[in-house]
């Protein structure tokens, strides 16, 4: 039979809805996928160490069957191979998403030809929800509650209280 595996990267710091959203579309129309934390970004010090970003993940897909949660370091291409998986899925919320987005799907083409980058929009409602942005406004005293799942809230509570 002809399975599809497909990965979507990220760094998920941390997880939000548009994320999650991402994730049960994408979880749709493959049989499988594969959400792979990116250990070594390049974003600076993350908020949320690897493994409790794993952890959160982990919490929030598990009544997903079919979607599974890692991590990675390295080339995607290379991850995705070692994977098995033909695929990566990705988000795009707006324009200004799409010239990165293009410019990294070109170069994975590149450098293999054989995976292809799906590309899936999120509700309309999380257009504008980044990790960046949630950590700065939660940061601030805004509420969050609509946009990241309950568990990354409390997270996010204990951070701050842990003066993190
Ligand atoms: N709200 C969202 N809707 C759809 N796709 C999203 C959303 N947020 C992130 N993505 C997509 O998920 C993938 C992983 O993104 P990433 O881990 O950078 O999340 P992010 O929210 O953009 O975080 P940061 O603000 O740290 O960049 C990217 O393809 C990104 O476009
Ligand atoms: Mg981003």
């Known amino acids: 039979m002809h399975t599809v595996k497909a990965i979507y990267p990220g760094t998920f710091d941390p ?18 996928l594969v959400v792979a934390i990116l250990r070594n970004s390049d974003k600076g010090t993350p908020l949320f160490s690897v493994a409790e970003r794993l952890e959160m993940i982990s919490e929030a897909v598990a009544p997903m069957e079919n979607v599974s949660v890692t991590t990675f370091d390295g080339l995607l291409v290379d991850f995705a191979r070692q994977q098995g998986a033909k695929a990566v ?4 919320r707006a324009i200004s998403d799409y010239e990165y ?24 409602k999380y257009t504008y929800v980044s990790s960046r942005l949630i950590k700065g406004v939660f940061r601030l005293g805004a509420d969050v509650s609509a946009l990241v799942p309950p568990l990354v809230v409390e997270r996010l509570k204990r951070k701050t209280a842990a003066g993190g």
């Open 15 to 32: 997880l939000t809805n548009g994320h999650l959203d991402l994730i049960a579309r994408g979880a749709k129309i493959v049989d499988e």
């Open 89 to 92: 899925l990705r988000g795009i």
């Open 101 to 124: 987005e293009f410019q990294m799907a070109m170069m994975n083409r590149k450098l293999d030809p054989e995976l292809e980058t799906l590309f899936m929009m999120p509700a309309e």
